[in-house]
């Protein structure tokens, strides 16, 4: 009987082995070979063109002294500050308005999630029509309340909350279906008591539904925080960059040095400060966000 029970436990072994060996194979050849690779660069001068050299960190050496790369660190910082909050906040809020069952709500749901799935090309194409000076929407909406709208896209101070804007738009529909999930498990038993005892609207939301849906949040911060790191469509279909690198964002410039430039060993460098500054801010954003869910 054990010898029948070891030959099955064996033939489960190698089975298990056998449909762990494809996405294995997968990982180490699509994701950890080029993650090496990209190790080995960073420590050349590798251009694509010709031959290359050996020179240590002389590439991690280089960025601390690249004027450009903090202009692109604190373009990137300032997205940050502006997508993450709206995110959260647009994304809560329309989740909080169809919380409900009906079919004026369902049919919302399907129209703001259709952003997520269409192309970054679709959409800036749709936000460039917006934001044009002259005959866009937005200015003319401005325009009915006397407001002399600005030329979005070509003035520096403006053409990031433009990006901003676009982003939110085009991504909020995926976190608003996180937070309805979130929403439908709060239990409604407190929120009655809560009512019972003389809470508010807003008492309720801040001191029951708040908490509740504290760990869908913690996903939402964690994955807006991670987009706006490596925010690069927008700003490529829309500004290049522009107007004077006010849109410049770090994965913005690594892809210029590396296919713009062909700074292969430089750009992988630069792909891993800006790694290690994701893993960074993922790390306290758990750390903060668990301390709450704790209280």
Known sequence: MSAAVSATRRQQTISAWIFLAVPVALFAVFLLLPVLMAIGLSLTDYAVIGDFEWVGVDNYARIVDDPIFWVAVRNTALYTVLY????????????????????VSRVFRTLFYIPVVSSTVATAAIWFWLLNPQYGL????????????????????????????MSVWAGFGANMIIYLGALQGVPGELVDAARVDGAGAFRVFWHVTLPAISRATFLILTLLLIAAFQVFDQAYVLTKGGPGNSTLTLVYYIYDRGFGRLEMGYASALSFVLFLAILVFSVINARVTGRENDR
């Open 84 to 103: 993450v909050p709206a995110g959260v906040v647009v994304a809560l809020g329309t989740a909080l308005l169809l919380n409900r069952s009906s079919r």
């Open 138 to 165: 937005l200015n003319a909406v401005l325009g009915w309340f006397g407001i002399n709208g600005p030329a979005w896209l070509y003035e520096s101070r403006w053409a990031m909350i433009a990006i901003v804007m």
